[in-house]
C-alpha cells in the first residue's frame, strides 16, 4: 500500500459528516437567508418607490387615501418584513465576527433581535393605522 492509497482522514465526527455542517453548526442558511431577503427587497424596490412618489406633497387624509389600498399596503408590509429580516440577519453576522466577548455578544446579538422587531412592528402599526383611515 502507497503513500496514495491510505484513506484520507476527517478530523468531524460521524454525526458532523452526515449533516454536513461546518464549525458554527449552522449551515449556510443565514446566508441564502440573507440573499432571499436581498432579492426580495430589490424586487419590492420600484413599487415602493413608485409609492414613496405617490404620496410626496400628500396631507395625511391624501396619504391615508393611498395607503388604504390593499395592495399598496401588502406591498409595504413585504417591503417592511424583509427589510426588517434582512437587517437582523446582516447585523448578527457582525456581531458574531467581531464581537469577541462572549457575554457581549450574547447581549449585542439579543438587542439586535429586539431592534430588529421593535422596527417591524413600529413599520407595521404606522402602516395598518394609515391604511385603515384612524
Not at 452526515?18 to 446566508?31: E, M, P, W, Y
Not at 395625511?60 to 437587517?87: E, K, N, R, Y
Amino acid at each position: 500500500m502507497s503513500a496514495t492509497d491510505t484513506p484520507k482522514r476527517s478530523m468531524r465526527t460521524p454525526l458532523g459528516r452526515v449533516r454536513n455542517l461546518g464549525a458554527a453548526h449552522s449551515g449556510t442558511s443565514d446566508f441564502w437567508r440573507q440573499r432571499i431577503t436581498g432579492v426580495a427587497m430589490t424586487l419590492l424596490m420600484i413599487p415602493v418607490i413608485v409609492i414613496v412618489m405617490m404620496l410626496l406633497g400628500r396631507n395625511q387624509a391624501g396619504a391615508a387615501q393611498i395607503l388604504g389600498s390593499l395592495p399598496i399596503a401588502v406591498i409595504l408590509l413585504l417591503f417592511i418584513f424583509a427589510s426588517a429580516w434582512h437587517m437582523k440577519i446582516g447585523m448578527q453576522v457582525v456581531i458574531e465576527d467581531y464581537v469577541h466577548n462572549e457575554k457581549l455578544k450574547l447581549v449585542s446579538i439579543m438587542l439586535n433581535n429586539f431592534f430588529s422587531i421593535a422596527v417591524a412592528l413600529a413599520s407595521t402599526y404606522a402602516i395598518l393605522k394609515l391604511s385603515s383611515g384612524v
